[in-house]
Structures are given as structure tokens and as C-alpha cells.
């Protein structure tokens, strides 16, 4: 996995991208289809799928991820039972409004700007969710966000400046 993110982070996408499917095979193998950690690399195959501007298996990368996010969350315990249940459950909010910009994203590249909204729009009730439930300030927020919907926010807001 340090291999997949330091090629990420280095730009190097086609091979971060052969990285994180041996983790993703591995993991499968091991953990189960189905099981969360696989999620999160099959986000990060997305975004670096994303950067090399393959978009249409970048969404299947993070339809994904988010129908495993979602099924997980939907089999978790309450959260009141233990802080671990709680903590595990906010992760999994905070991935899974992650990985939701990144479908707004791209859907928001295709012209598709109606479901880019939905998306986009259960991205942000999942971020209140998480937020109004520990109390995190801005900065703890946004380390969490990947770079496909730091690219797609800070576009949004030139373009709302140039409009201005």
C-alpha cells in the first residue's frame, strides 16, 4: 500500500493504479469481497483513474466503493454501543461522503448536472452528519477529501468568482 500512495502522490497513476489492485486482490483474498478496507482502494484506484482522465471506469471504481460503504454501514452495530462502533461508523461516513464528491465530480465533468448535485448534495448531508456528530472543526474536514473533489471545489469556486 505505501508503494500505491507514494506512486499516487508522485503522479505516476498507471503504476499506483497496478499497485492498488494487487492490495485489492490481496485484500479480497483475505478479508472478503465485501469488507471495508477494499473500499477505500477501489477509491483510490478511482482517483488515480480520475487523474489519468479515464472516467467512465473511474465511476465504476467508485460505484464500488460506496455500495460497499453503504452495505457496511447499513450492518454496523449501533453506534451508541461502544466509541469504537462510534468511531468506526464516522470513518465510514467521512469515506463515504468522500467518495460521493468523487462521483459528483465526475458526473459534474460529463455535464451531468443534475445527478452531479445529487451526489454532491448527500456528499455534504453525510459531511453535516459526521461534523454535528463529533464536532470537527474544518481543517480535520478537509484532509479527509480526496484531490478529485479538492480539484472540482476549488474550479467551483473560480468559476463563481469569474461570474461575479
Excluded at 76 to 100: H, I
Excluded at 128 to 134: A, C, D, N, Y
Excluded at 153 to 164: C, D, G, K, P, V
Amino acid at each position: 500500500m505505501e508503494e500505491a500512495n507514494w506512486n499516487l502522490e508522485s503522479k505516476q497513476f498507471a503504476k499506483a493504479i497496478d499497485a492498488f489492485r494487487d492490495a485489492l486482490h490481496i485484500r479480497r483474498n483475505f478479508l472478503g469481497p465485501r469488507h471495508p478496507k477494499c473500499s477505500k482502494i477501489l477509491n483510490n484506484i478511482g482517483c488515480a483513474l480520475y487523474s489519468m482522465e479515464e472516467y467512465e471506469e473511474s465511476k465504476q471504481a467508485f460505484d464500488e466503493a460506496l455500495d460497499i460503504q453503504r452495505e457496511t454501514l447499513r450492518n454496523l452495530p449501533s453506534a451508541e454501543g461502544t466509541e469504537s462502533n462510534g468511531m468506526q461508523s464516522n470513518a465510514l461516513l467521512l469515506s463515504m461522503a468522500s467518495t460521493l464528491c468523487n462521483i459528483g465530480s465526475i458526473k459534474l465533468r460529463w455535464g451531468d448536472y443534475d445527478h452531479s448535485i445529487v451526489a454532491l448534495d448527500e456528499a455534504l448531508l453525510v459531511s453535516r452528519t459526521k461534523l454535528v456528530s463529533v464536532h470537527l472543526s474544518l481543517p480535520q474536514q478537509r484532509k479527509t477529501y480526496s484531490p478529485v473533489h479538492l480539484q472540482w471545489y476549488s474550479s467551483i469556486f473560480r468559476s463563481n468568482s469569474r461570474s461575479l
